[in-house]
């Protein structure tokens, strides 16, 4: 093949998979779209899992995207796509989050072939808190740099809040808090607006950081510590803009670098 192939043609194919000690047969759907100047294939997973199903007389499409590394895999990496008959806005979430269903939360998981979704009711949903759009977020006791005990988002009640998880180790972190978030601090911060900023760095490298660049908000210096495994962060920065009832209405790329400005204007009608 020495021309691009129509990337819009995917094809069924058969694969095996070794688990737990077992060879399985799977398959997928992938479709071609061009040769590397090496002759290596490329390749892309065109892979979904879709189901309907009616809850209280309502019909519901679900459709879950796994990730793509060697292979499609569902599990822990899944993305679920709620809509509804009733034309509500669509929900996105991730593994072991939360679909609202009639004014119910449900847990929703998936199998590592994407063949089995499954729904758990969690009646403290609210109380729990989430990492996901639309949810209270996660709540959390922490000491910070100054020595003050806080209840993250509780003491922070009528403010919207930048949650930010990052570490004097990435550059992104250091450029975004340096060039965006002091301009940001210095125009909204106050009764209105707070930054906590959690740092997975000894209190002493926080410190030097915080004093070098004059830094006015919260932060807190904790390591490896078990507010990242709440929040299951795994790269950084990661972030989350809170509004003053504590729930999360924006998060990740949403509210890097730039396009965060876009987001306080609609936030503080400017």
């Known amino acids: 093949m020495n021309e691009k192939a129509d990337g819009n043609q995917p094809h069924k194919v058969l694969f095996e998979r070794f688990i737990n000690g077992k060879i399985q047969l799977d398959s997928t759907w992938i479709a071609f779209y061009g040769i590397k100047k090496t002759d290596a294939l490329w390749i892309k997973f065109c892979e979904q899992t879709m189901t309907s199903f009616i809850f209280n007389s309502i019909h519901y499409n679900l459709i879950a995207y796994p990730s793509i590394t060697e292979g499609a895999k569902y599990g822990k990496e899944v993305?679920?796509?709620?809509?509804?008959?009733?034309?509500?806005?669509?929900?996105?979430?991730?593994?072991?989050?939360?679909?609202?269903l009639n004014n119910l939360y449900y847990h929703v998981s998936c199998s590592a072939d994407g063949r089995t979704i499954s729904f758990k009711l969690d009646p403290d949903a609210l109380e729990k808190g989430s990492t996901q759009v639309n949810m209270p977020a996660i709540p959390f006791k922490a000491v910070t740099l100054k020595g003050d005990t806080v209840m993250f988002p509780k003491d922070y009640n009528g403010k919207y809040i930048l949650l930010d998880f990052w570490s004097t180790s990435?550059?992104?972190?250091?450029?975004?808090?340096?060039?965006?978030?002091?301009?940001?601090?210095?125009?909204?911060?106050?009764?209105?607006?707070?930054?906590?900023?959690?740092?997975?760095?000894?209190?002493?490298k926080v410190e030097r950081f915080v004093s070098q660049n004059m830094i006015a908000w919260t932060m807190i210096p904790a390591p490896k510590s078990f507010i990242?495994?709440?929040?299951?962060?795994?790269?950084?920065?990661?972030?989350?803009?809170?509004?003053?009832?504590?729930?999360?209405?924006?998060k990740g790329k949403e509210l890097r670098k730039e396009k965060i400005n876009a987001v306080f204007e609609i936030c503080f009608g400017q």
């Open 79 to 100: 993305i679920f796509e709620i809509t509804d008959s009733l034309g509500d806005k669509k929900q996105v979430f991730e593994y072991n989050q939360y679909a609202h």
């Open 170 to 204: 990435c550059p992104h972190c250091i450029e975004d808090i340096r060039n965006c978030y002091k301009n940001l601090y210095k125009q909204y911060g106050g009764d209105k607006f707070e930054i906590v900023g959690v740092a997975d760095d000894s209190k002493s």
């Open 228 to 250: 990242q495994k709440l929040y299951m962060i795994d790269s950084y920065p990661a972030l989350y803009l809170i509004n003053p009832d504590g729930v999360i209405i924006s």
